[in-house]
């Protein structure tokens, strides 16, 4: 009989990046979560929401010959350019297939960070504590002497390699996920602990959805060397009093506004557009950003807004791409 990959273990998302009593931690790698298994000579590598991206990562099947039958892991897809994860190139690659795939596993390759040991040779381990698994997968590592597309995912009960890791933003990892060393491995369970490294930074409000005097979200921007406002992301939705503290801060654009006639997404990788409202680019905002950016340096996920400074001048601001 065929065995059936299991859904994923889940986060909860928390704010303090100190590592509890009795966890190991892990650093949360930006890419794509993804479950693979070998069983009766098949291999299914699926994302979190079930889908085959097999097709499209032809170099992570054919480096399934190196795993033991009847093998399961659960980790994450990354690509690295540069010394960094890139994660546009990553994302590239999901629709490709045939020729296009094999071509693009030359260009980009994946490797499969594996962060747990679902099973092994033909048992399922999912009851096994935390720490039983990890002993397994640095086992199943050693012994088959895996090399790419497999990668180790490190792991540590040390709070100073914890806090280490926190400081390696500049290569794309997103912060910590922390996990209990005696919790079995719980599909769909919210029983992990993942903290993001956030930072507090300053951006130009060149947009808006909504009105001025009372805008939902902001569109943010910042200028380059040349003096253009380059768009570099949004805020989340704001709430109704967060949005009222903008009355007679923002005014509207002239014919003239830098972004005349763009248009902007509602979220990565989705066609959407929002329906915004340009405003003079002069109010400076404070806001907290984590550390996942596109090639260009725009921000791939939306920040959460701390305040307005309109203390600050536009020029003051860091430029785009920083």
């Known amino acids: 009989m065929t065995w059936t990959l299991p859904e994923p273990m889940l986060t909860t998302t928390v704010n303090s990046p100190d590592l509890p009593p009795g966890w190991a931690a892990e650093p949360k790698w930006d890419g794509f979560r993804a479950s693979l298994s070998v069983d009766n000579g098949r291999v299914v590598l699926r994302s979190r929401r079930g889908t085959d991206m097999g097709p499209a ?17 659960d980790g994450e897809l990354v690509v690295w350019e540069a010394g960094r994860l890139a994660f546009e190139r990553l994302q590239g690659r999901l629709r490709r297939r045939g020729a296009g795939a094999d071509r693009l596993a030359q260009e980009w390759p994946a490797h499969f960070v594996a962060f747990d040991l679902l099973r092994l040779a033909g048992t399922d381990t999912l009851a096994w504590p935390y720490r039983r698994r990890r002993a397994a997968l640095e086992q199943l590592f050693t012994a088959r002497r895996l090399t790419a597309p497999w990668a180790l995912c490190p792991s540590t009960t040390d709070p100073d390699t914890v806090r280490e890791w926190q400081s390696w933003t500049a290569v794309g990892l997103e912060g910590v996920v922390f996990k209990r060393l005696e919790d079995p491995y719980r599909p769909t369970m919210r029983g992990w602990l993942k903290y993001k490294v956030r930072e507090s930074t300053e951006a130009i409000v060149g947009a808006v959805t909504g009105s001025p005097t009372a805008p939902r979200c902001l569109l943010l921007g910042r200028y380059d060397t040349e003096g253009r406002l380059q768009y570099t992301g949004r805020t989340v939705t704001l709430s109704p009093t967060a949005g009222g503290t903008f009355t007679g801060l923002l005014d509207p654009a002239g014919s003239e506004h830098p972004w005349t006639g763009w248009t902007f997404s509602a979220g990565w990788g989705t066609n959407e557009t929002l329906n915004v409202t340009l405003v003079q680019p002069e109010l400076v905002v404070e806001v907290h950003i984590d550390v996942a950016r596109d090639s260009a340096g725009r921000w791939r996920h939306p920040a959460r807004l701390h305040r307005a400074r309109p203390d600050v001048s536009a020029g003051d601001v860091a430029p785009f791409g920083s």
């Open 57 to 73: 990562f032809p170099e992570v099947l054919a480096g399934a010959g190196q795993l033991r039958e009847a093998t399961a892991l």
